[in-house]
């Protein structure tokens, strides 16, 4: 599967999620996540931020209508290239999901070992990260001997240390206090400086209007796009 460049990121064409047994989620979804964008994922709890998130990165299936991952529609892709894919998206999961008989420092330099690194490159790197989310005191530490906080900011450090192309957070900071919040939320906005595309789930209205980017509202099984309120600046020049 070849790398080239693509305009947008993701695009869901009327995409219905319809359960097992029978409840309805999502029907005629229409979304386009341009390449490099930075979005916030907002609506109520229940509303399916994690499930659309889900559907993004591959581990559910709609059962209706088409989503495209990197211009490529995903019912298209072969077994082998949805690992290539998958390697692409880092994945801050709402419930950490780090691996519980590996160190907070193997579970953050993993993911650069699966692609290569040397374990002492990989492992250089994740304390240095770890460090700058203020866990460098639990570098050896198991991750269930760790606060929830704590475990939120090990996910989030694995999660970027690739520096992925696709950067999907699920409730990325919902157990840490609002300094903490704001410190990761700059991580995310540097990371979308640098080239990232970044999906931040919240239901968090506030927090996501604390940066000017465009939110995604989840209801009643639609998405609206919301762009960010202009700001006054001096000399009247809105921006
Ligand atoms: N596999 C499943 N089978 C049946 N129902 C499901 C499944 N996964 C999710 N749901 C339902 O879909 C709805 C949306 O769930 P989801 O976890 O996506 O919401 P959310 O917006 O992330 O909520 P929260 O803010 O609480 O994290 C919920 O009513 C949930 O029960
Ligand atoms: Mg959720």
Known sequence: ??????????????????FEHGVRLFSGLNLTIESGG??????????????????????????SGTISLFDTNTARISFRDIAFL???????????RLIPHLTVLDNVALPLQVRGVSPRKAQAEAAELLN????????????????GGEQQRVAISRAVIGRPKLLVA???TGNVDDETALKLLYLFEEMHKQGTTVILATHNRNLAQELKYPEIFLE??????????PTLIKEGILV
């Open 86 to 96: 998958r390697r692409k998206i880092g994945i801050v999961f709402q419930d950490f």
């Open 132 to 147: 700058w989310v203020g866990l460098k005191d639990h570098l050896k530490s198991l991750p269930h001997t760790l606060s």
């Open 38 to 63: 930075f979005y916030f994922l907002t609506g109520v709890s229940g509303a399916g931020k994690s499930t659309l998130l889900k559907m993004i990165y591959l581990g559910c299936k709609q059962s």
């Open 1 to 18: 599967m070849q790398d080239i460049p693509s305009k947008n990121a993701i695009h869901f064409q009327n995409v219905s999620l319809v």
């Open 220 to 229: 009643k099984g639609q998405a609206f796009l919301l762009e960010p309120e």
């Open 170 to 172: 699920d409730e990325p």
